[in-house]
T-cell receptor, first 115, second 113 residues
Framework: DAMVIQNPRYQVTQFGKPVTLSCSQT?????MYWYQQKSSQAPKLLFH???????NEADTPDNFQSRRPNTSFCFLDIRSPGLGDAAMYLC??????????????FGPGTRLTVL | GQSLEQPSEVTAVEGAIVQINCTYQ??????LSWYQQHDGGAPTFLSY????GLEETGRFSSFLSRSDSYGYLLLQELQMKDSASYFC??????????????FGKGTKLSVIP
């Protein structure tokens, strides 16, 4: 089945220790997104890739970086996690077809704990 | 920019009907989407209205009125498994990010026996 996969599902890291979250997709969608979601809040877009073009949200901290080595994979790097970065991180994909709203397909998320 | 308003919590009885409203302010958009998210799970697409009127998908229906900047999600024959958060979302019609979604803050639906 075509899907969006995130690994790991749960990640524990120490304050200030770099961590990388991964996302892969078999949908062959050209757009991949990273969202941060804290408890009882809406998903907050951090950045997205349209093909190879990286688009950063204005309020995304520099501590967050992303890489997309190919169509299928996208990584979220948190260079120096703080306690406030503990959250669920959601990866999503869509096929930007233009002229309409495209459905986004979400992965199951990675829950990050910062000790 | 875009902003969406929806109630933070709704409680309804199993078997009943519940309506979750969404009002929005946006300069232009293609349509209104609804996503469901269970606790600890990922958002999943439920419904999309590009045009005014009602869209029905099984027990779920969604409505849009562009003139009123208003939409709603209607859930019928509520089941316990419908307990989840429901988000309305729009994407802007102009700009480089016209395929992005802006989510409302979500409505937590609790279905009680």
């Amino acid at each position: 089945d075509a899907m969006v996969i995130q690994n790991p599902r749960y990640q524990v890291t120490q304050f200030g220790k770099p961590v990388t979250l991964s996302c892969s997709q078999t949908l062959n969608h050209n757009v991949m997104y990273w969202y941060q979601q804290k408890s009882s809040q809406a998903p907050k877009l951090l950045f997205h890739y349209y093909d190879k073009d990286f688009n950063n949200e204005a309020d995304t901290p520099d501590n967050f970086q992303s890489r997309r080595p190919n169509t299928s994979f996208c990584f979220l790097d948190i260079r120096s996690p703080g306690l406030g970065d503990a959250a669920m991180y959601l990866c999503a994909t869509s096929r930007a077809s233009g002229g309409t709203t495209d459905t986004q397909y979400f992965g199951p998320g990675t829950r990050l704990t910062v000790l | 920019g875009q902003s969406l308003e929806q109630p933070s919590e709704v409680t309804a009885v199993e078997g009943a009907i519940v309506q979750i409203n969404c009002t929005y302010q946006t300069s232009g958009f293609y349509g209104l989407s609804w996503y469901q998210q269970h606790d600890g799970g990922a958002p999943t697409f439920l419904s999309y209205n590009a045009l005014d009127g009602l869209e029905e998908t099984g027990r779920f229906s969604s409505f849009l009125s562009r003139s009123d900047s208003y939409g709603y999600l209607l859930l019928q024959e509520l089941q316990m498994k419908d307990s989840a958060s429901y988000f309305c979302a729009v994407s802007p019609k102009e700009g480089a990010g016209s395929y992005q979604l802006t989510f409302g803050k979500g409505t937590k639906l609790s279905v009680i026996p």
